[in-house]
């Protein structure tokens, strides 16, 4: 059994998030990933604390996997090891989102060289209009998308995404579109199409269609959110312990009865109208949620998320707990899908990181893989 | 709201609107229901793929796209912005009449992509091992909430759902604050279905090479969980839960937002040396350059609280344009937020065409949507509207006839 990308050879030029997690998608699905660095090094090697080793940890997750190739693509040397590399890959990667310090290259020739090519750009703003060079960041394109009005409150400080999900998204589109490209050149489709443009910004905006489609011209306002600028943030269901989320779906009005008599919830009973509105659209993301918090956390302020849990589940309800990066980790379901593999770092450090998601039938296991020091292939890359 | 025609974002062109996309002639046999299969599919489909959309017969559009309010014309908004570049065929697989119609489609497709909940398709008999006899190059993939097995497996598993369970949440906050949920439509499925695309392009560039069809599982868990990848390095490698931070990023310094003088916050991003330098000298303080204790990433990430207390004053001295202007022409990272007006009609997203208006004939004029992430020198990804459920039902059957007259 080989992965499922083994045929496919990329070279990944990156000083950011987008294009490390481009070139670890790849590398992921067994492709030969030839990492470019400047002589000081691809800049995330310092991302941290915390450091394993010389490198961040953060580096040796996103680079497991990767050969490491030194070529300074400011001097005329490196532009021409840049070529020579660029001549043997399938796909190159780019990223200059973050930094204006990767020179723009010479596409034409480069594309010119290799009639096989695809070259992807990952920049910040998009390859067209006045901010097309403008550099950018995951905050930043957090920010200017408005995607991080989806927290906090609108009259205070800003609340980011605390994963790096404009990062992520970016790697995403950025592995589909050289893969479609890719796809469309072997298959004839689309000789014209070997460049590629991703951005930070774009890939925020293109999340978001549902929103974009909701506040154009619905029969009514509400919607999920669209109310949401007038709500506090939704912190999920405080217990005495922790937190959960909860989910009423098709519960008969015999056991939604016993669970609110269980709850000491039966005020609720007696009012026709708030039991309504509470059974329908009472909790979770329903339209009066916020309305009727109170009353579930006055009847889970006596009980461990556990305990809350299993009576909800009890009367047909899918309640959760919301947990944190540990508790996730060791959940039973995690534990039981493998989902956590391992990275090694240069010195031969070990430590855990998510393995990928995909599962791909004909593709072997996921293998640990190996974080490459600083050059560690030169040699051998720049001799082939 | 008011919307003039006139400032309405166009489609953009993209050199030679001629140039065939890049999935002409992949054909998608899209079995999905809710947001995370069709969000996958529509990608596909923006790519130039023929994406056959499956309803029941006789659906009430307001339960489709999981009823995701609000409503167009008595439509849920989820159909509507889920389904866009496919084409609508009505199949009610559990008659045997539909199902044989089903199968013999199914020859002549490249990919099928499902979410049902588990055990849905195989008592559909549409179960990979039964597909792949019928076509042994098909593409299958398999799009599930917790994985296809585990003590999960049937728990109902969808966007909040998998915010509140994967960690997601737990790192969205003010320091010290609670977790907070996403207010905005379903970030993981938009996640787990944009994955799922990818994986679907990767089996296609593996069967290109190979010929071999293949088999996909995917989840939402696992994708929620590789979307916090960079913050899960951080607890794997100290033990510690990593905090939540308000608008700081983690592992480096400094990357915040800092309120100006307007009232107004700046986010600004250093994430190397050669950004500290530049950034020092944009907002007049050559004097910390070489501070050692902000003198690398590592120092100042040691030291964020007191660099961050330090420029915090900093930055409340003046307007948030002033540093703006200084930090663009230094090539530091920095931006602030749009509201939504500002955005839709904003240069960068007109010019990139990243919203765009779509006119139709069944949902109305003037619906907005995203388009492509991607843009491919000399080939347009236009958009096109939506299909009603079942809309080419009687076109699609005549193709299948056409074509098995053919071969």
């Given at each position: 059994m080989s992965a499922i990308l083994s045929h496919l050879k990329v070279a990944e030029l990156s000083h950011a998030y987008a294009g490390n997690l481009t070139g670890m998608f790849f590398a992921n699905a067994g492709a030969d990933v030839l990492k470019i660095e400047p002589p000081e090094g691809d800049p995330v090697r310092t991302w941290g604390p915390p450091m394993i080793g010389d490198d961040s940890a953060v580096f040796v997750t996103l680079n497991a996997g990767k050969r490491s190739v030194v070529a300074d693509v400011t001097t005329s040397e490196g532009k021409a090891q840049l070529g020579r590399i660029a001549a043997s890959v399938d796909v190159l990667i780019e990223d200059s989102a973050e930094t204006a310090y990767i020179p723009p290259l010479d596409y034409a020739t480069l594309l010119r060289a290799n009639p096989n090519l695809i070259i992807c750009?990952?920049?910040?703003?998009?390859?067209?209009?006045?901010?097309?060079h403008l550099p950018s960041s995951e905050l930043v394109a957090q920010m200017s998308s408005e995607m991080i009005g989806g927290l906090g409150k609108h009259d205070e400080a800003p609340v980011r995404f605390g994963s790096d999900i404009a990062s992520y998204f970016t790697a995403i589109a950025a592995t589909q579109g050289s893969l479609a490209a890719w796809l469309g050149l072997k298959r004839g489709r689309s000789e014209g199409s070997r460049r590629v443009h991703v951005s930070l910004f774009g890939s925020m905006l293109f999340l978001r269609s549902t929103m974009w489609a909701a506040l154009s011209n619905p029969d009514d306002w509400w919607g999920l959110h669209l109310d949401s600028y007038l709500k506090p943030p939704d912190h999920g269901y405080q217990t005495k312990d922790g937190r959960l989320y909860f989910v009423i779906a098709r519960i008969n009005d015999d056991d939604w009865g016993a669970m609110m008599r269980e709850l000491d919830l039966d005020e609720i009973l007696a009012d026709p109208e708030t039991n309504d509105k509470m059974k329908t659209e009472g909790a979770a993301f329903g339209r009066y949620a916020h309305d009727y918090k109170h009353y579930w956390e006055r009847a889970f302020a006596e009980m461990t998320s556990a305990e809350a849990i299993e009576l909800l589940s009890k009367y047909g309800a899918y309640a959760y707990p919301i947990n944190d990066e540990e508790a996730v980790v060791n959940s039973e379901q995690v534990v039981h899908l493998e989902a956590i593999g391992k990275v090694i770092a240069p010195g031969g450090a070990e430590m855990p990181a998510v393995k990928a998601p995909a599962r791909f039938q004909s593709s072997a296991d996921d293998v640990a893989r190996v974080s490459p020091s600083l050059g560690q292939h030169t040699a051998e890359i720049l001799k082939s | 709201m008011t919307q003039t025609r006139d400032a309405t974002p166009q489609p953009i062109e993209q050199g030679d609107a001629a140039g065939r996309r890049p999935l002409e002639g992949i054909r998608v046999f899209d079995l999905t229901v809710a947001m995370v299969g069709p969000w996958a599919s529509l990608q596909l489909g923006l790519l130039g793929a023929e994406v056959i959309h499956i309803e029941q017969p006789n659906v009430d559009p307001a339960t489709l796209g999981a009823g995701v309010p609000p409503l167009v014309n008595g439509t849920s908004i989820g159909y509507i912005a889920w389904n866009l570049n496919k084409r609508g065929l009505f199949l009610d697989l559990k008659s045997d009449f539909d199902r044989e119609i089903a199968y013999r489609l199914l020859k002549n497709?490249?990919?099928?992509?499902?979410?049902?909940?588990?055990?849905?398709?195989?008592?559909?008999?549409?179960?990979?091992?039964?597909?792949?006899?019928?076509?042994?190059?098909?593409?299958?993939?398999?799009?599930?909430?917790?994985?296809?097995?585990?003590?999960?497996?049937?728990?109902?598993?969808?966007?909040?759902?998998?915010?509140?369970?994967?960690?997601?949440?737990?790192?969205?906050?003010?320091?010290?604050?609670?977790?907070?949920?996403?207010?905005?439509?379903?970030?993981?499925?938009?996640?787990?279905?944009?994955?799922?695309?990818?994986?679907?392009?990767?089996?296609?560039?593996?069967?290109?090479?190979?010929?071999?069809?293949?088999?996909?599982?995917?989840?939402?868990?696992?994708?929620?969980?590789?979307?916090?990848?960079?913050?899960?390095?951080?607890?794997?490698?100290?033990?510690?839960?990593?905090?939540?931070?308000?608008?700081?990023?983690?592992?480096?310094?400094?990357?915040?937002?800092?309120?100006?003088?307007?009232?107004?916050?700046?986010?600004?991003?250093?994430?190397?040396?050669?950004?500290?330098?530049?950034?020092?000298?944009?907002?007049?303080?050559?004097?910390?350059?070489?501070?050692?204790?902000?003198?690398?990433?590592?120092?100042?990430?040691?030291?964020?609280?007191?660099?961050?207390?330090?420029?915090?004053?900093?930055?409340?001295?003046?307007?948030?344009?002033?540093?703006?202007?200084?930090?663009?022409?230094?090539?530091v990272p920095c931006g602030r937020l749009m509201d939504f007006n500002e955005l839709w009609y904003h240069q960068q997203v007109v010019a990139n065409g990243y919203i765009q208006d779509l006119d139709s004939e069944v949902w109305g004029d003037g619906l907005r949507f995203s388009g492509p992430p991607w843009k491919l020198d000399g080939t347009n990804l236009p958009l096109s509207p939506t299909p009603l459920p079942g809309e080419h039902t009687a076109e699609i059957l005549d193709e299948l006839l056409n074509e098995e007259s053919e071969s």
């Amino acid at each position: 059994m080989s992965a499922i990308l083994s045929h496919l050879k990329v070279a990944e030029l990156s000083h950011a998030y987008a294009g490390n997690l481009t070139g670890m998608f790849f590398a992921n699905a067994g492709a030969d990933v030839l990492k470019i660095e400047p002589p000081e090094g691809d800049p995330v090697r310092t991302w941290g604390p915390p450091m394993i080793g010389d490198d961040s940890a953060v580096f040796v997750t996103l680079n497991a996997g990767k050969r490491s190739v030194v070529a300074d693509v400011t001097t005329s040397e490196g532009k021409a090891q840049l070529g020579r590399i660029a001549a043997s890959v399938d796909v190159l990667i780019e990223d200059s989102a973050e930094t204006a310090y990767i020179p723009p290259l010479d596409y034409a020739t480069l594309l010119r060289a290799n009639p096989n090519l695809i070259i992807c750009s990952i920049s910040g703003y998009g390859p067209e209009g006045p901010w097309r060079h403008l550099p950018s960041s995951e905050l930043v394109a957090q920010m200017s998308s408005e995607m991080i009005g989806g927290l906090g409150k609108h009259d205070e400080a800003p609340v980011r995404f605390g994963s790096d999900i404009a990062s992520y998204f970016t790697a995403i589109a950025a592995t589909q579109g050289s893969l479609a490209a890719w796809l469309g050149l072997k298959r004839g489709r689309s000789e014209g199409s070997r460049r590629v443009h991703v951005s930070l910004f774009g890939s925020m905006l293109f999340l978001r269609s549902t929103m974009w489609a909701a506040l154009s011209n619905p029969d009514d306002w509400w919607g999920l959110h669209l109310d949401s600028y007038l709500k506090p943030p939704d912190h999920g269901y405080q217990t005495k312990d922790g937190r959960l989320y909860f989910v009423i779906a098709r519960i008969n009005d015999d056991d939604w009865g016993a669970m609110m008599r269980e709850l000491d919830l039966d005020e609720i009973l007696a009012d026709p109208e708030t039991n309504d509105k509470m059974k329908t659209e009472g909790a979770a993301f329903g339209r009066y949620a916020h309305d009727y918090k109170h009353y579930w956390e006055r009847a889970f302020a006596e009980m461990t998320s556990a305990e809350a849990i299993e009576l909800l589940s009890k009367y047909g309800a899918y309640a959760y707990p919301i947990n944190d990066e540990e508790a996730v980790v060791n959940s039973e379901q995690v534990v039981h899908l493998e989902a956590i593999g391992k990275v090694i770092a240069p010195g031969g450090a070990e430590m855990p990181a998510v393995k990928a998601p995909a599962r791909f039938q004909s593709s072997a296991d996921d293998v640990a893989r190996v974080s490459p020091s600083l050059g560690q292939h030169t040699a051998e890359i720049l001799k082939s | 709201m008011t919307q003039t025609r006139d400032a309405t974002p166009q489609p953009i062109e993209q050199g030679d609107a001629a140039g065939r996309r890049p999935l002409e002639g992949i054909r998608v046999f899209d079995l999905t229901v809710a947001m995370v299969g069709p969000w996958a599919s529509l990608q596909l489909g923006l790519l130039g793929a023929e994406v056959i959309h499956i309803e029941q017969p006789n659906v009430d559009p307001a339960t489709l796209g999981a009823g995701v309010p609000p409503l167009v014309n008595g439509t849920s908004i989820g159909y509507i912005a889920w389904n866009l570049n496919k084409r609508g065929l009505f199949l009610d697989l559990k008659s045997d009449f539909d199902r044989e119609i089903a199968y013999r489609l199914l020859k002549n497709c490249d990919v099928l992509i499902q979410n049902m909940r588990p055990g849905v398709m195989a008592r559909l008999g549409m179960d990979y091992e039964k597909v792949r006899d019928v076509n042994p190059r098909l593409i299958y993939c398999s799009i599930s909430g917790w994985g296809e097995d585990g003590p999960m497996l049937k728990l109902l598993g969808a966007d909040p759902q998998a915010q509140a369970f994967t960690g997601f949440i737990s790192l969205n906050g003010r320091e010290g604050g609670d977790p907070e949920f996403s207010r905005y439509y379903a970030p993981l499925d938009g996640l787990t279905g944009t994955k799922a695309a990818e994986a679907v392009l990767m089996a296609l560039a593996h069967r290109e090479e190979t010929g071999e069809g293949e088999l996909i599982e995917l989840n939402m868990l696992q994708a929620s969980m590789d979307l916090q990848t960079t913050r899960f390095s951080e607890y794997f490698a100290t033990g510690k839960v990593p905090p939540r931070l308000g608008s700081v990023a983690s592992v480096t310094a400094p990357n915040e937002a800092f309120r100006c003088a307007d009232g107004r916050h700046l986010a600004v991003s250093v994430t190397n040396d050669k950004h500290w330098r530049a950034f020092c000298s944009a907002v007049q303080r050559g004097d910390l350059v070489d501070e050692e204790r902000f003198q690398t990433n590592p120092r100042r990430v040691e030291n964020r609280v007191e660099l961050s207390e330090l420029l915090a004053d900093h930055f409340a001295s003046l307007p948030a344009q002033w540093w703006t202007l200084r930090l663009r022409k230094a090539k530091v990272p920095c931006g602030r937020l749009m509201d939504f007006n500002e955005l839709w009609y904003h240069q960068q997203v007109v010019a990139n065409g990243y919203i765009q208006d779509l006119d139709s004939e069944v949902w109305g004029d003037g619906l907005r949507f995203s388009g492509p992430p991607w843009k491919l020198d000399g080939t347009n990804l236009p958009l096109s509207p939506t299909p009603l459920p079942g809309e080419h039902t009687a076109e699609i059957l005549d193709e299948l006839l056409n074509e098995e007259s053919e071969s």
